[in-house]
């Protein structure tokens, strides 16, 4: 089953909001990494982060990694209709090369 | 193609019938995921390569699912027995050693009636 906790499971926001969501875990990750996902594909990477407090920015994109190693934040700014889809938070355990992902936070936007 | 292909793209199969599909990779990944996704929940992790061996296959559900990678390249699940429970969309993702970005193919929606 799932070890990534993801908040929340949805949002509908208006065209122009900023958008936050979060994944939490009761292990350790080495690596977190947040990918999107659009209807009828597979998942596609966004941002990996690879340290403890890092903070990474992709375009309007902005990611952190949390200090404990135990969670990550993904924040959207200025969200417009195409950031709709379902994002994924996933981590990689320490030594270790495989995935584990959260359930999904879809997002609605509303122009 | 330059990313990672799986076929079919749709199967359905009767409940106890045997299934398999198939996963090319992307060429000079060594590493290779197997995961099962139902609908409205993230991918669920069943299986990892590194090369020709299974590194970690503690994901497979019960001991009817199967997943080979005898030359390296190409990966096969096999799901024995197929229950209705087993109808998801199965993604296969690859990596090239030391990157961290997995690719992943577009799925195999499996429905078993």
């Known amino acids: 089953g799932q070890q990534l906790n993801q908040s929340p499971q949805s949002m509908f926001i208006q065209e122009g909001e900023d958008v936050s969501m979060n994944c939490t875990s009761s292990?350790?990750?080495?690596?977190w990494l947040w990918y999107k996902q659009d209807p009828g594909e597979g998942p596609v990477l966004l941002i990996a982060?690879?340290?403890?407090?890092e903070l990474t920015s992709n375009g309007r994109l902005t990611a952190q990694f949390g200090i404990t190693r135990k969670d990550s934040f993904l924040n959207i700014s200025a969200s417009i209709p195409s950031d709709v889809g379902i994002y994924f938070c996933?981590?990689?355990?320490?030594?270790?090369?495989?995935?584990?992902f959260g359930a999904g936070t879809r997002l609605t936007v509303k122009p | 193609g330059a990313g990672v292909s799986q076929t079919p793209s749709n199967k359905v199969t009767e409940k106890g019938k045997y299934v398999e599909l198939r996963c090319d990779p992307i060429s000079g990944h060594t590493a290779l995921y197997w995961y099962r996704q139902s609908l409205g929940q993230g991918p669920e992790f069943l299986i990892y390569?590194?090369?020709?061996?299974?590194?970690?296959d503690s994901g497979l559900p019960n001991d009817r699912f199967f997943a080979v990678r005898p030359e390296g390249s190409v990966s096969t699940l096999k799901i024995q027995r197929t229950e209705r429970g087993d109808s998801a969309v199965y993604l296969c993702?690859?990596?090239?050693?030391?990157?961290?970005?997995?690719?992943f193919g577009q799925g195999t929606r499996l429905t078993v009636v």
């Open positions: 292990s350790i990750f080495n690596t």
């Open positions: 982060l690879y340290k403890a407090g």
């Open positions: 390569f590194q090369g020709t061996g299974a590194a970690d």
């Open positions: 996933a981590g990689r355990p320490y030594n270790n090369n495989d995935m584990r």
């Open positions: 993702a690859s990596r090239k050693t030391g990157q961290t970005e997995a690719f």
